[in-house]
């Protein structure tokens, strides 16, 4: 998923549940930091190793993923970088503390569900097990749901402040997620029908209607 719906959603359910500006911005921050891997992932390209330096590599998953979380609280919650990011925003407030440290890492656990989801997957179990982990039912970056979060986000910082704004954006965000999920569900079904015994696995593509299928013949994928 975008980086706009991973902080969108946290954003979304904590408002709802009525969270205090501190528990909110941890929910947030922990929604977006796993994709911070793309400022590491340079690393691999000059110095290749086994280690998942890569985009949805070693950050999203459970066990790096909450040592991320310390990490990222350590650094928010130092005054020089509260200092600079209230610069941007105001109110931004967040303390070194087990609360916090819940609150973001179940962030980063909303950010490696909607990433299981989609094409790609991510290594949940890694260092254990390298495997990816995957639905394959939404396209990595689905177009719908990115220009949605961007109307929703835009909405929310213009008149959403209120606590029934949030609530009808929340439900018309959840029908388009809905409505997306239906579509690739069913165009998931119908490009499995063509399979029948071939040893093949179909995935979505970047357009909401149309799916590719892999399949593997003897040394070859086609």
Known sequence: MDIFTHALLPFLAGSLMKLNKRDLA?????????????????????????????????????????????????????STAKSAVRRIFSSFDIDFSGRNLIFIYVGVLSHLLLDYITAWGVPLFYPFDASRLSADLFSPIEIVLSIASLVIIAVLLRNGRSRSAKMRLTVIFLIIIVAVGLIRIDGKEMSESFLGDANARSYPDSDLFKWSILEENESRFD
């Open 26 to 78: 941890a929910l947030v921050i922990g929604g977006i930091i796993p994709d911070l891997d793309i400022f590491i992932m340079w690393i691999n390209y000059l110095h290749p190793s086994d280690i998942l330096l890569t985009h949805r590599g070693i950050t999203h998953t459970l066990v790096f993923g909450l040592l991320l979380s310390l990490i990222v609280l350590s650094i928010l919650s130092s």
